[in-house]
């Protein structure tokens, strides 16, 4: 599987087993921050980890990492 073709498998992934209950992406960042969280929660460790944290927080990770990803896309021109 190619680079392109995992993470093709992370955003589909996220949106159909989502990170945060409930939550649906608004726009493209907001996907790809889904598809970042499933990647996330596809690592042993890390998902642990990710699994503590309360519902309603999941959502606001969410948004944060979307705002990110935004924001590199702008930088990016």
């Not at 093709?8 to 949106?15: A, D, N």
């Not at 596809?42 to 990110?68: F, L, S, Y």
């Amino acid at each position: 599987m190619t680079e392109i073709d995992y993470a093709e498998f992370m955003l589909k992934h996220g949106t159909t087993y989502s990170y945060a209950p409930g939550f649906v992406a608004s726009d493209w960042a907001e996907t790809a921050a889904m598809g970042i969280a499933a990647d996330l929660c596809d690592r042993r460790g890390v998902k642990w980890e990710m699994e503590k944290v309360d519902d309603e927080v999941r959502g606001d990770i969410i948004k944060a990492h979307a705002a990110i990803i935004r924001a590199a896309a702008a930088m990016a021109g």
